[in-house]
């Protein structure tokens, strides 16, 4: 069975990460895509690490460098549980994946293994960018023996199967619920948002009261930051004790706890594995259909109502693109109900609440948009809007249309709960209203150009897509670049007016989208 599970885990790698294609192709045009993706990746991994090691450095300088493996494996348990919890029903029951592969000599176990191992690795990968340079920074600063490397390197290699195993169990769960109700994509929909909304406002509650014991306990802040972490999640603490004192046994805790829960879940899941699949593919027929009397619409309305069809029958799509839209009502609730001093404690940026506040509305409902992968999940399909009587000119105007439809009610709610929270002059009103609806205009259609440069119209999962494509990557860069600029003048320079930057904003993001439309219009 060993052998089934490498030969499946390796074709699963290969097929997430395009590496067939790119080691067989003849076209020069994608190796250059691909190389380029590899740079944009090693720019994106040089600034995780430049992040983490500042922060392992500040830790280390304050006198609490014994907690730095503490906080590094929390991150990396928090960071592999919420991407993995978006994958998980996706990877775990593609239910076409899964008929091809089981008409092979392979047992279900070899299949179940075989995709949890391809997200183990990719998770695994993940854990070392975050704990390799704080590790570093540690080792320079402290100067551990070699246990500290050798144990660290254990850790790391365990370290992400504990919280895969219960966002697993999760993404299981929400898949069988699903599995029991007829609109099975909503329901599941439905959940994963309810759940990613706790774990949100639970991180911003968690934030703040984090940064109240700093200012209450100074001297007591290590033993703050120890007890915080061992509530939290103790398996970390385990972690940081077996590198710092040389823990064996809690160690050895550690990785028996992490390899028993996976054996569990393996011997659970492989029971009803195939009964699930079955029930997430299986669609309702109802035999009371009556025929009604015929709508005609017009084509703009056809083909959006086309589009969030689409939208709404891939999970995986919803709650990637939904997670900022989600994290703008929560920030607007929080300004409703919390304290600026908070909020801005809370997301790590000092006076971002008070001047930024209309900059970080519009960016977060656009820090993954819905137009950066959708003209590539047509995949397949693309030849059928080819060959209808649409022009290029349709096809954008219904994408930007779809995307601005489902972010419209977010976009309302926030605009409510801040107005009614700070109740601002005509001036800064203005401000609050005008430039989140620009960068949610902006973010929509630079996804969409992105997406014409970077298309990805060959692929097995739509998870590949919507979280691995170089579209996404390009979309989300281009919008946190955009927003990063303006609150960097807003908040290290208080003297400029920020109504000149807001006005400056607008004027640019104005001028791109009127570029646009007149290259759209050419186009047709």
């Known amino acids: 069975m060993m052998r089934q599970i490498r030969l499946l885990t390796k074709i699963s790698l290969y097929g997430m990460f395009g590496l067939n294609e790119l080691r067989f192709t003849r076209d020069t045009r994608k190796k250059v895509k691909a190389c380029l993706l590899g740079l944009l990746w090693a720019m994106v991994i040089v600034m995780l690490a430049g992040y983490v090691g500042l922060a392992s450095f500040g830790l280390t300088a304050m006198g609490m460098g014994r907690y730095v493996p503490g906080v590094l494996g929390m991150a990396v348990s928090l ?70 490397w050798i144990t660290g390197i254990l850790a790391g290699i365990f370290l992400p199967l504990l919280p895969m195993t219960a966002a697993s169990v999760l993404g299981a769960l929400i898949a069988g619920i699903a599995s029991r109700w007829r609109r099975k994509n909503l329901v599941s929909i439905l959940l994963t948002l309810v759940f990613i909304t706790v774990i949100m406002v639970g991180s911003l509650s968690m934030g703040g009261m984090e940064e109240s014991e700093l200012n209450a306990m100074v001297a007591q802040l290590g033993a703050a930051l120890e007890g915080q972490i061992r509530s939290l999640y103790p398996p970390a603490m385990w972690v940081c004790d077996a590198m710092v004192s040389g823990e064996m046994g809690k160690l050895l805790l550690f990785v028996g706890v992490s390899l028993g829960s996976f054996v569990v879940f393996l011997e659970i899941l492989q029971r ?69 001093q908070t909020i801005e404690q809370a997301i790590g940026i000092p006076g971002a609440a008070e001047r930024a506040l209309p900059v970080l509305l519009g960016c977060l409902p656009m820090m993954m948009p819905m137009t950066a992968c959708s003209l590539s999940l047509e ?34 709610i926030s605009e409510v ?46 998870v590949r897509v919507v979280k691995q494509s170089a579209s996404s990557m390009v979309s989300m860069l281009v919008v946190m670049a955009a927003g990063i600029v303006p609150m960097v003048v807003l908040v290290a320079m208080p003297g400029v007016s920020g109504y000149i930057v807001y006005g400056v904003l607008v004027a640019l993001m104005a001028g791109f989208l009127g570029c646009c439309h007149v290259l759209d219009r050419r186009a047709s």
């Open 79 to 148: 960071l592999v549980f919420f991407f993995t919890i978006f994958k998980a029903g996706p990877v775990l029951f593609d239910r076409k994946a899964y008929e091809k592969q089981i008409a092979l000599p392979v047992t279900v176990r070899a299949v179940i293994v075989s995709r949890f191992l391809s997200m183990y690795i990719t998770d695994m990968l993940l854990g070392f960018l975050v704990m390799l340079p704080g590790m570093a920074v540690y080792g320079v600063m402290e100067g551990p023996g070699v246990s500290f």
């Open 272 to 340: 009803f594995y195939v009964n699930i699949c079955g029930l997430l593919s299986a669609r309702e027929a109802r035999g009371n259909y009556r025929m009604k009397s015929l709508q005609e619409k017009s084509l703009l309305g056809t083909m959006v109502e086309r589009e969030l069809r689409h939208y709404f029958s891939s999970t995986v799509y919803v709650t990637n693109t939904l997670a900022g839209e989600l994290l703008m009502v929560i920030l607007a609730a929080a300004v409703l109900f919390v304290d600026s």
């Open 417 to 462: 709960l801040v107005l009614l929270a700070l109740r601002p002059g005509w001036a800064d009103a203005l401000c609050l209203l005008a430039v989140p609806a620009v960068y949610i205009v902006f973010g929509a259609r630079v996804g969409l150009a992105v997406n014409e440069r970077l298309p990805l119209m060959e692929w097995e999962s739509e």
């Open 379 to 412: 995949g397949k399909q693309w030849w059928m809007l080819q060959t209808l009587p649409v022009t290029r000119r349709d096809i954008i105007r219904s994408k930007m249309a779809a995307n601005l439809l489902v972010a419209l009610p977010f976009y309302l």
